[in-house]
């Protein structure tokens, strides 16, 4: 599933993410949701929230913090859906 960070940000917090279900099998959006679950298991925050604020997001490992999901919970379906076995 592809998500995105808003394109401008002028709040004091960290941005909004938007999680899009549907989104049209090219070749742009195979790429970038199999980098998204790359990402997401070794805990890495996805290229556009970095961009938005390095000095916080770069140095935490998002697989650690406190209310993420297990993976380990998620069904075949659900993994597949979020990016695994993706290959660009």
Known sequence: MCHAVE???TGKE???VV???AT????QNVK???QQWNDMINGIAPHDFK???TKKVNKQNERKMVGAL???VLGAQARKA???GLVY
């Open 32 to 34: 970038y949701i199999a």
């Open 51 to 53: 961009v938005q604020d």
């Open 19 to 21: 999680y899009i279900a």
């Open 14 to 16: 960290i941005a909004c």
């Open 70 to 72: 297990d993976l380990e």
């Open 7 to 9: 394109t401008m940000h």
């Open 82 to 84: 979020l990016g695994e």
């Open 24 to 27: 049209p099998y090219t070749k």
